[in-house]
């Protein structure tokens, strides 16, 4: 069975870290395209960031609004995919969630506003509160 479990979430100031993991089963990495994405209150789900393999080359994409702030990652020996997030605005408190794409459609890897929509299977998210 495929799962993924995010995990990392918490309450920091604006300016602070956090690191979030998504732990995955079910499937090769290499086939695929694991992305992370956020929901604030009363907004749509939006990619943040992703990450895939091919034949080894790791290739990854970032939403503008965090580009240069976090950092997507991956350890395939612990199968698990990191979302390293320096530089905390108020405006990325929201749900964390890691989805997989098993087509590893590109829709999906450049993180459209219709990406969402290519998830092939969702973790639980987890929540992360910035304050000012």
């Known amino acids: 069975d495929v799962q993924l479990q995010a995990s990392g979430g918490g309450s920091v100031q604006a300016g602070g870290s956090l690191r979030l993991s998504c732990e995955y089963s079910?499937?090769?990495?290499?086939?695929?395209?694991i992305a992370w994405f956020h929901q604030a209150p009363g907004k749509e789900r939006e990619g943040v960031s992703s990450?895939?393999?091919?034949?080894?080359?790791?290739?990854?994409k970032y939403a503008d609004v965090v580009q240069g702030r976090f950092t997507i990652s991956s350890d395939a020996a612990k199968k698990t995919v990191y979302l390293q997030m320096n530089s905390l605005r108020p405006e990325d408190t929201a749900v964390y969630y890691c989805?997989?794409?098993?087509?590893?459609?590109?829709?999906?890897?450049?993180?459209?506003?219709?990406?969402?929509?290519?998830?092939?299977?969702w973790g639980k998210g987890t929540l992360v509160t910035v304050s000012s």
């Open positions: 989805a997989v794409d098993l087509t590893s459609s590109s829709w999906f890897f450049t993180l459209n506003s219709r990406a969402s929509s290519y998830a092939s299977y």
């Open positions: 079910g499937f090769t990495f290499d086939d695929c395209v």
């Open positions: 990450i895939s393999s091919d034949g080894g080359i790791i290739s990854t």
